[in-house]
Each structure stands twice: as C-alpha cells, then as structure tokens.
C-alpha cells in the first residue's frame, strides 16, 4: 500500500509567513493529489486537487505543487484564519491520508 | 448546494455493529463515489471506504473484515456497517463525496465504543 509521509508535523509561523508543507508518497503517484483544512471541530475542506487545482473558492494564496513522490502545498502569506491542520490524501487506489502538519501561531 | 448529514448511536457497546446512515441532498448522487472517514479523538483522518452510484466498493485494507458500505439511491442515502467493535472504534465518523477531491463533507458523528 502506498503510505503519504507529511513534514513537518507541527510549525509555528506568523501572520504574513510563506508557509510551505511537503508530502511524500511512498512510490509514484502521478498528480493523484488532494490537499484539505482541518479546523478544531470541523471537517475538512478541499483545498487543492490533482496536486495543483485549487478547488472553487479557495484563496489563491494557497497554491500546491509536485507530482511522483514529492508534493508541496504553500501559503503565500499566512492569514489569521489559516491557522488549523493540514492533510494531504491520495486519490488514486485507496484513499490514504497523510499524518497532518498543524500550523500553529508563533 | 449540496449537504451531507450523517445519523446513528452515539454510544456503542464493544463487540457490537456500528450502523451510520448518511443523508445527501441538493444533488444526484450519480456520477459520484461516496466515502466514509474517521478520525479519532485527536488523530488524524482515516478513509474507511466507498461505494459508487453502481454499487461498486471499495474499502480499507486495514478494515475490509469488519466494512460494509450500501447505498440506497431512491432514498438519496448510503450506509455504514462495522462489526465487531472496540475502544480504538471511537472517533468521529464522516461522509464525504468523491468529486474532484472530497468536495462535500458530512459535520461527523461522534461515536464512542464503550460498555
């Protein structure tokens, strides 16, 4: 089975940070990529599919990037409202998720 | 717009079934896979399985033993079966549609395994 390893974990940054977060899989997985917002209590939202796409509504200052085995998402300028967890899912095969990276206010 | 509202016990005995009904509205549901997803307490997010509008499934290695997944399109829902139950059964369960990514999402269900 293919396993997504997320890094860092946890990150502290504060508003107005570039704020990167990578994902990689355990072998090729082309762009079949999703990336999703977790906050306290909430599901997830879509943020990015097909490694790059970003999903209708989302801020463009979250963009994604990668394809294979190494994947990133970056947030252009950290918002107040960007502070959660982040996931990042394959969406080919089984829909495995990767371990999350909380973002964390400095 | 489209919703996803899951419904079932809150608290279930260990070694019992679990049964999660989720309702969807504001769309068809053809042409899409429907999925469930956990998270224990805080954990992270763990794809459960799938059932397309034909009926075809697919669910986790980790929990294929214990998983069933139906859908009743006529009552616009789908279903989740897990025997078998423990402690580690314990999170907040999900329904989710499978569009581009998992673009509709349920607000979750807690359930706790406990006697």
């Known amino acids: 089975d293919i396993q997504l390893t997320q890094s860092p974990s946890f990150l502290s940054a504060s508003v107005g940070d570039r704020v990167t977060i990578t994902c990689r899989a355990s072998q090729g997985i082309s762009s079949y990529l999703a990336w999703y917002q977790q906050k306290p209590g909430r599901a997830p939202k879509l943020l990015i599919y097909a490694a790059s796409t970003l999903q209708s509504g989302v801020p463009s200052r979250f963009s994604g990037s990668g394809s294979g085995t190494e994947f990133t998402l970056t947030i252009s300028s950290l918002q107040p409202e960007d502070f959660a967890t982040y996931y990042c899912q394959l969406l080919d095969g089984y829909f495995t998720f990767g371990g999350g990276t909380t973002v964390d206010i400095k | 717009q489209v919703q996803l509202q899951e419904s079932g016990p809150g608290l279930v005995k260990p070694s019992e079934t679990l049964s999660l009904s989720c309702s969807v509205s504001?769309?068809?549901?053809?042409?899409?896979?429907w999925n469930w997803v956990r998270q224990p307490p805080g954990k992270g997010l763990e794809w459960i399985g799938y059932i397309s509008y034909s009926g075809n499934t697919k669910y986790s290695p980790s929990l294929k033993s214990r998983v069933t997944i139906s859908l009743d399109t006529s009552k616009k829902h789908f279903s989740l079966r897990l025997d078998s139950l423990t402690a580690a059964d314990t999170a907040v369960y999900y329904c989710?549609?499978?569009?581009?990514?998992?673009?509709?999402w349920g607000q979750g269900t807690l359930v706790s395994v406990s006697s």
């Open positions: 504001g769309d068809s549901m053809t042409s899409y896979y």
């Open positions: 989710a549609r499978w569009g581009t990514g998992f673009d509709y």
